[in-house]
């Protein structure tokens, strides 16, 4: 099967007409839909100005105002296009049964309704750009870029407070702030499963190389030691879609072994520069079970009375919990039973019934197992097998390059589900999920628009 080739870096702006720097200006100012613009910049700016002081706390909900109100044109959008998306059913029937179950569980209606806000809100976003129709034709190349950009802006940013004198940690995490190292992580994940995209679509490796370097840099800057694990899983994945494609492995398996002979630099600067520096344990340390063990399952007192939860203890916690009756294991404790805002005074009915209260750390995988049960789980599994599948069909379909990468980095993220929120609370981290959530719903519109009829005759207005 012959593969497609596109042009270097030094060419990426060939074939774009001729304009002055204020036009390309406002072309990049219309790549995404200006509320989805907005609330990316008020999630990547407020953490680290509210850390530094220069805004207030509450500064960190002007992100879910934005969103809120872009949740609210989507309801309009529904009306004006007389169109109701399936996935929209699928949110309204899940709020349903969740709420149901928590009002069952006793919980208040506050609970409920925040769960269900923290629960849905980023999928909302990928109905609201499935409904947008203002979409640039050359969007799935914009969006490539635009992340890359923003990758190559974090790590820039985390280089700047390295130099200044930030330690390497959960604190030197670019622009997401104090402890801003998880939504950092995810947002290296998401542009690594473009990077591999990009490198089964075209067998070029310049943007995969590149990736990987700047997501060495910011991991060990980060102290985010799991950086090598998701990229070799990456790989490994490659090589599945190779095999089942053409049948060939060849290239893939040069990437493995370019993985392999690129671990020993990353453990060399981790220890040399987070671990030997820190006091903390070295990289090699966690080949041993016991200790890697330990480290999963620890359940720590922090010093703000509240509980730390291993990854691996908050699974084993969930798993255990959702075992005290067949319906709580089926449907879980409800929408909301594991919300908790002690600004706005909330604690879903999950933390009022646990020994252990409120708690930190945790991963999504404890949220969606405590609120949705087993039911819950398979249908948001079916969802995202669903679509996995469409993407990689539409791979063969589309004859525009920028697309095929498109698919095959979101096919690479939703086939990591699992290991996401297994390893972080990834199902609410605000710029990946908006970013994430933006192209599943392009990619949705993309595939209604040619293989069906418009949406609506009457209306083809350019919506914000």
């Not at 370019?258 to 020993?264: Q, R, Y």
């Not at 293989?451 to 207005?461: F, I, L, W």
Request: aromatic residues 14%; proline residues 4%.
């Amino acid at each position: 099967m012959t593969q497609t080739t596109i042009p270097y870096p030094a060419s990426i702006f060939k074939g774009y007409p001729r304009q002055s720097i204020w036009d390309h200006l406002q072309t990049w100012l219309r790549f995404l839909p200006l509320l989805v613009a907005a609330a990316l910049v008020a999630d990547l700016l407020t953490p680290f100005l509210i850390w530094k002081r220069i805004l207030p706390g509450p500064a960190r909900f002007f992100g879910d105002l934005i969103i809120l109100s872009m949740i609210g044109h989507c309801l309009w959008l529904m009306l004006r296009l007389d169109k109701i998306p399936s996935a929209f059913l699928l949110i309204i029937a899940l709020s349903v049964v969740g709420g149901t179950v928590a009002w069952h569980e006793e919980q208040s209606w506050q609970a409920t309704a925040w769960g269900i806000w923290l629960m849905f809100k980023y999928p909302m976003i990928g109905i609201y750009a499935y409904l947008h129709q203002g979409w640039l034709p050359d969007f799935p190349k914009r969006y490539v870029y635009f992340l890359f950009g923003l990758l190559l802006f974090e790590t820039g940013f985390q280089g700047i407070q390295f130099i200044l004198g930030q330690a390497p940690g959960d604190d030197l995490a670019g622009t997401f702030g104090r402890h801003g190292v998880a939504p950092l992580f995810m947002v290296i994940a998401l542009a690594a499963c473009i990077a591999f995209g990009h490198w089964l679509a075209t067998n070029n490796w310049w943007l995969l190389t590149g990736a990987i370097i700047l997501g060495v840099i910011s991991s060990v800057l980060g102290e985010m030691k799991i950086f090598p694990v998701a990229v070799l899983a990456l790989a490994l994945i490659c090589v599945g879609i190779q095999v089942v494609r053409n049948g060939k492995i060849g290239q893939a398996l040069l990437i493995i072994a370019g993985l392999v002979i690129a671990a020993p630099i990353f453990l060399y600067l981790y220890n040399t520069l987070v671990a030997d520096v820190g006091g903390t344990r070295r990289l090699e340390e966690y080949l041993d079970f016991e200790t890697t063990e330990r480290y999963l399952q620890n359940t720590d007192l922090t010093e703000d009375g509240i509980y730390y939860f291993g990854r691996g203890f908050a699974m084993t916690y969930a798993w255990n919990a959702i075992q005290r009756d067949r319906t709580t294991l089926l449907f879980g404790y409800g929408i909301g039973a594991r919300a908790d805002s002690s600004a706005l005074g909330i604690l879903g009915q999950a933390l009022i019934q646990s020994d252990y209260g409120r708690t930190t750390g945790g991963t999504s995988i404890l949220v969606l197992l405590q609120e949705l049960g087993l039911i819950g789980i398979g249908v948001l599994a079916i969802f995202v097998t669903f679509h996995s599948l469409q993407l990689y069909h539409d791979v063969r379909l589309h004859t525009d390059v920028y697309a095929k990468i498109l698919c095959y980095g979101l096919l690479l993220f939703s086939i990591m589900w699992p290991f996401w929120i297994w390893y972080t609370k990834s199902w609410g981290l605000n710029i990946v999920m908006i970013l994430y959530w933006v192209a599943v719903g392009y990619t949705f519109r993309h595939r209604a628009h040619v293989d069906s009829p418009p949406m609506s005759p009457v209306y083809n207005g350019n919506i914000q």
